[in-house]
């Protein structure tokens, strides 16, 4: 993917919100709510698994990178065995993190993972479908980055994040480059990047690395929201994006929205190019922000009762 792609992923999530038909932005609702947003909160430290570094650089890099690999499968989260307390993302990130502390993540390791290793790691039966599908592509996920780091980068995680030169969008364009990273969408006549994961890592190594050595990117600022189901979800209870009565009925059925269908693709489109109107009025107001804090404020909110209580629209991808 060549330089330029997180700009056009901006281009092309305006043009599907414009074009969309299942979604809508509500514009009379963006101003106010963007002063609603508590910007104070918008810094705050995380407390994310994944945001906690291991004793050595290498150790942190390939944690953070390999977590990120498999950091998908909303859809299937109400199947998972959930942790007490703990959602579906948090389950696997605390089951990822106490495996890297038993058995140091290798390139070579994560090329034999098996979906047996991956049931017992985060603790789903072999044979309890459609969660065992999960760990399935999870093991696929893990297969491809370890061979990936292998071939290109001799094993060293650490290299990979090197490789990306201080860049996020370099970082991106190297992820790019194994299959389940390749975050794109066509919509009618025109592809839509989104690169939910790929975009994150670079944030996720940011944090860990307290923004120095490794974790230093600067081009973070333009990285955009992280579309997912949650963040859509948390603008549409609040007012600013609206769905469509039909979408609405399949989502609060339960109903799966097929990967890559145009309600599926609307939602995480409308969502973006929301976030950067949002991003917009708060910088008009002498509040600079960037779209990635916004959406991790919307993303921790989320984890709200009043959220959790309303279904969600969920679809079973790898991208998120």
């Known amino acids: ?24 932005i509500d514009h009379d609702r963006l101003a106010a709510y963007a002063r609603e947003l508590p910007v104070a909160d918008l810094d705050r430290p995380s407390d994310d698994p994944i945001h906690q570094p291991f004793a050595d650089p290498e150790s942190t890099a390939a944690f953070v990178v390999s977590l990120d690999a498999i950091n998908f499968g909303s859809g299937w989260f109400p199947t998972l065995r959930k942790r007490p307390g703990l959602s579906g993302y948090h389950t696997i990130a605390a089951g990822w993190r106490e495996h890297a502390l038993r058995v140091p993540i290798t390139g070579r390791g994560l090329a034999d993972v ?106 973070l600022d333009r990285l955009t929201m992280f579309a997912d189901n949650l963040v859509p979800h948390v603008l549409r209870l609040d007012g600013v994006l609206a769905y469509d009565d039909a979408l609405l009925a399949r989502i609060e059925a339960g109903e799966l929205i097929p990967p890559g269908t145009h309600a599926e693709i609307e939602i995480r489109a409308a969502a973006v190019h929301a976030v950067e109107l949002l991003r917009e009025v708060l910088a008009a107001d002498g509040h600079p922000t960037t779209s990635a804090g916004i959406d991790t404020l919307l993303w921790t909110r989320g984890a709200e009762a009043r959220y959790k209580a309303v279904p969600r629209h969920r679809t079973r991808t790898v991208s998120y």
């Open 1 to 24: 993917m060549a330089a330029g792609v997180l700009d056009l992923i901006r281009d092309r999530c305006r043009e599907v919100a414009q074009r969309a038909t299942h979604v809508r």
């Open 114 to 219: 098996v979906r047996a290793d991956c049931c017992a790691i985060f603790g789903q039966a072999d044979d309890d479908e459609p969660a065992a599908e999960l760990m399935e592509l999870f093991a696929s996920a893990l297969n491809d980055l370890g061979a990936f780091v292998l071939e290109a980068y001799d094993g060293a995680f650490l290299a990979l994040v090197e490789d990306a030169d201080h860049s996020a969008e370099r970082l991106l364009a190297i992820l790019d480059q194994m299959p389940f990273f390749h975050d794109v969408s066509e919509y009618y006549d025109v592809d839509v990047p989104f690169y939910k994961r790929a975009q994150i890592t670079s944030l996720d190594l940011a944090h860990a690395f307290a923004g120095e050595g490794p974790g230093r990117f600067d081009d």
